[in-house]
């Protein structure tokens, strides 16, 4: 009896579980029902215009110098998740650093003519190293050009220190130069930005800016001139920094052209994004500046699975450098993806990618 | 593991009364424990206790504000998951031996909880650093040991994380197979021996199952994490086509899932339905099934939540779109699973038990799953200021596992080890 018993109640309990388990979770994910469960994918794009042609220069993309100094300096910190502006960075001592520091830094210079005739001009990031980014900027005419307040754009890409730490280079020059920053900058990087050091980081700011900051919105396209627009992108990134932007230009002819400083967010992820946001987004013609792949010549299947799933999107040119890393370029050509290469000189190590002094133009 | 409270009315259903002995008790099963306090205050005590110890032990060993700073995030992780791999081992597999019956029974919990946590800690550390770092990593598989990839090129940080990747996996596929042997299978076919043989047999087969799982599982992982890809010691992931990355992440989120899907059955599901089995071996492989059918259930619901909440993954995301995230955070969803189950299986006595079987097993469900939302909503708040984590969902260098199974890893010390104390005591006869 009592078996009888409990045989019909296991049976009883296992089939209810089944049923209730199936029907709740496994069917619903089955390709059968998952189309409908799922809601159906909305596009919603913005028309930016156009310009008639793109000229994107590197300035500097050696942000550091040295892979293990700058990984011992996170792991001394307490690895990753360290607020960066409390990791005493290695500035000294290092052979293959510029003057014995590890600090470089990056920073993008882009010019796009409009359809009008007339050329804007845009400064992507500020570098790390100061005095490196300072003989960077006098050596590509940078320096002038903030002189003579023909800078039309300062875009900081993220908080990262080798992007926003030597804003001295762009503040010395002209320091009324209005800036855009992403949604997700903290308090630090404000009062950087007004003058404040932080001595255990190495990080001061003798030219407090004076112009007016833009904290540029993650909820929507910000468009910046007809053909040029900025994307925010919101996300948790290493050493406590929260949010990057970059650029979507559309060319005439050619199609979308999308500017990076490092790319956080994933170069899929954010062509998967202007697919759906920006008018043309279907047709991604080049890609250009770090696309933050292996940026220690670190690995992971992920970076293997990005590398795979490019060669589905079309791309014409991938003006890839700083951390995109040698890895991964390695990686992508060897998928025979349009890497374009570079001149290796001003420090930078190798000619398989768009190095320091390097031009991309579309 | 029936940590029963016997002030109050064990399940009264009908159903309980005709489920079959089991063939081997531990002795976590067979304990008797009082009430010093009446609920909530017991409850209550032992959950801002736990919490407690919880907080001074990731501040000291884990927060990168902290100490040790070892959660980078992998190097830390690593210790917890051994930690709680070893604790399964010393109060289920090994039933507290070389400790007597009655020096467990009569020994107050502020001496023995330090001493087995003590043991705890020391086995953890010889597995980790003679064990892997230096026996497996030098003889045999450099990339098990920290030092030994260092040696071979890999820059110090990476060396540390990608071995402690793989020592941790070892650790997290055990913990899902060890517990399935004395839950399911009540030691069957070696119940009648004693400890230490008992213990030693099942932890061999158990740890021969974890290999194989290992190497068909997560040893193609390293095929393609280093470079050039590895394709003369491990085979191409032969997931890729079906999940849509190369990572042995999809891998690591269902066997997570797995891993919950026993301690769930365990305490609020009190073994049910398989426990309803006759005989052995059939209600262990029943209960091994179910484990498994309740794991994939969970994998799918975690991962159809995600593409509803955010819409689905892309092939080379990266982030919240890394299909290899995705299934990483379904293991992660079903950790946050278990803590409001634990909290409620060892704080507040497994409450209900006054109504039938099914129905007190779905109040409980009930309360799980709305545990599960409120912890998760709370942990996105306040986990950057108190653990020193960063806002956002998929920050590539943090995962609540770590500090939610550290979390439990203390409630199974105090449980486990500490009776309970100062909430409950062991009932003397």
């Known amino acids: 009896m009592a078996e009888d018993f409990s045989r019909r109640s296991f049976i009883k309990g296992a089939s209810l579980g089944v049923a209730a388990g199936y029907f709740a979770a496994a069917g619903l994910s089955s390709t059968a029902l998952y189309k409908q469960v799922m809601p159906a994918e909305k596009l919603n794009q913005t028309d930016i215009g156009e310009i008639k042609a793109l000229r994107m220069k590197v300035i500097s993309e050696t942000s550091w110098y040295d892979n293990n100094v700058l990984l011992n300096d996170l792991k001394g910190a307490g690895g990753l998740l360290v607020n960066q ?29 409009l359809m009008d005739g007339s050329t804007k001009r845009i400064l992507l990031d500020t570098g790390w190293n100061p005095a490196w980014m300072e003989k960077r900027f006098i050596e590509e005419g940078i320096a002038e050009k903030l002189a003579k307040k023909q800078i039309d754009y300062w875009i900081i890409s993220h908080e990262h220190f080798d992007h926003y730490w030597g804003l001295e280079a762009t503040l010395k020059y002209n320091p009324k ?43 929507k396209v910000n468009p910046l001139f007809p053909g040029a627009a900025l994307m925010t992108f919101d996300m948790p990134i290493i050493c406590r920094v929260f949010g990057e932007q970059a650029f979507v230009f559309n060319v005439k002819d050619k199609g979308l052209v999308l500017v990076t400083g490092c790319c956080h967010m ?31 010549e670190d690995w992971d299947p992920q970076y293997d699975d990005l590398i795979l799933a490019l060669n589905k999107y079309g791309i014409q040119k991938i003006g890839a450098n700083h951390c995109t890393g040698f890895i991964a370029v390695e990686k992508m050509i060897a998928a025979k993806l349009p890497v374009v290469t570079g001149t290796k000189r001003n420090m930078t190590k190798r000619d398989i990618y768009l190095g320091n002094g390097d031009t991309l133009a579309v | 593991m029936t940590t029963k409270t016997y002030d109050e009315p064990v399940a009264t259903s009908s159903e309980t009364e005709h489920h079959y002995e089991e063939l081997d008790k531990i002795w976590l099963e ?31 060993t884990m927060d990168p504000r902290g100490i040790l700073q070892w959660y980078t995030p992998m190097y830390g992780y690593m210790y917890i998951r051994w930690l709680l791999i070893v604790a399964i081992w010393q109060a289920y597999i090994f039933n507290f031996w070389p400790f007597k019956q009655k020096w467990i029974e009569e020994t107050h919990p502020l001496v023995k909880g330090p001493i087995m946590i003590g043991i705890n800690w020391a086995i953890t550390g010889a597995i980790i650093w003679i064990g892997f770092f230096w026996l497996i990593g030098k003889f045999s598989i450099p990339y098990f040991s920290w030092p030994e990839l260092h040696k071979v090129g ?54 021969l199952l974890t290999i194989f799982v290992y190497f068909v599982f997560m040893h193609p992982h390293y095929m393609v994490l280093f470079y050039p890809w590895q394709k003369f010691v491990a085979a191409m992931p032969w997931w890729y086509e079906s999940a849509k990355t190369l990572s042995g992440n999809y891998n690591v989120g269902w066997i997570m899932c797995g891993t919950i899907a026993v301690w769930l059955i365990e305490t609020i599901w009190e073994r049910y339905p398989f426990r309803l089995i006759k005989s052995q071996p059939w209600r262990g492989l029943a209960g091994f ?22 819409g689905p993954a892309y092939e080379g995301g990266k982030r919240l779109y890394a299909p290899d995230w995705r299934y990483l955070h379904s293991g992660e969803l079903a950790v946050m699973m278990l803590l409001p189950a634990l909290v409620l299986y060892f704080y507040f006595d497994n409450w209900p038990k006054k109504f039938s079987t099914e129905v007190n ?32 969902y998929s920050h590539p260098q943090q995962f609540p596992m770590a500090p939610v199974i550290l979390w439990i890893v203390i409630m199974l010390y105090h449980n486990w080890f500490m009776d309970g104390w100062p909430g409950k005591r062991i009932k003397k006869d």
């Open chain 2, 30 to 60: 067979e304990r008797s424990l009082s009430n010093s306090f009446a609920q909530p205050l017991r409850g209550l005590l032992g959950f801002f206790l736990s919490f407690g110890f919880f907080m001074a032990l990731w501040y000291v």
């Open chain 1, 85 to 113: 502006y409390t990791i005493p960075w290695t500035t000294n001592g290092v052979k293959a650093g510029y003057n014995g520091s590890n600090s470089g830094g990056f920073a993008t210079y882009i010019e796009a003519d």
């Open chain 2, 154 to 207: 890999m820059t110090d940080f990476f060396a540390r994380e990608y071995a402690g990747l793989a020592v941790l996996m070892v650790a997290a596929i055990a913990s899902w197979l060890a517990p399935i042997w004395p839950m399911a299978f009540e030691n069957y076919p070696w119940h009648n021996l004693t400890q230490p043989a008992k213990g030693i047999t099942v932890l061999c087969i158990t740890s």
């Open chain 2, 361 to 392: 097993l779905a109040i409980r469900t009930i309360i799980v799953v709305v545990g599960t939302f409120v912890f998760n909503y709370i942990y996105y708040q306040i986990s950057p200021p108190l653990l020193g984590t960063q806002p956002g």
């Open chain 1, 266 to 296: 994933g170069i899929i992820t954010y062509m998967e994004t202007v697919r759906k946001k920006i008018k043309g987004g279907e047709k991604i013609y080049a890609v250009q500046g770090g696309l933050h792949i292996s940026p220690f």
């Open chain 1, 177 to 219: 130069q209005e800036v855009y920053v992403p949604k997700g900058f903290y308090t630090e990087g404000f009062d950087l930005l007004k003058g404040k050091a932080f001595p255990k980081a190495q990080v001061k700011n003798d030219y407090p800016h004076t112009g007016k900051v833009n904290v540029m919105d993650s909820s």
């Open chain 2, 289 to 310: 099934v179910w484990v498994l059918f309740v794991a994939l259930i969970m994998f799918n619901t975690f991962n159809l939540m995600q593409d509803l909440a955010w």
